[in-house]
């Protein structure tokens, strides 16, 4: 849909995981403005949890896991093997 930052699921797993929806409207990188709901949820990836914003996405919609969500989880994607990997940036700050 547009929205690299922010990571999309469908709207009723975050209703069962009683997330609160609050509505947003969102200008998409297709330079269009749309009106979804939007929450905060707890993630976790690759045995990494961090906060984050979700939207409810419809059922026509890519769930997505964006930008925010990633750099948030301290995770990249590597270019070549296109698998999620520690981020370089996050290791060298940690000196890792």
Known sequence: MGLFYIYWV???RLRGLDIEPMDRRFRTIEDRVIEHEIGEAVIEC???RATTIVVFAEESDNEVLGLHALESLGLEVDP???QLREAEAISALLNL
Do not use: A, E, Y
């Open 80 to 82: 070549v093997t296109r």
């Open 46 to 48: 690759l045995g990494r």
């Open 10 to 12: 469908r709207c009723d």
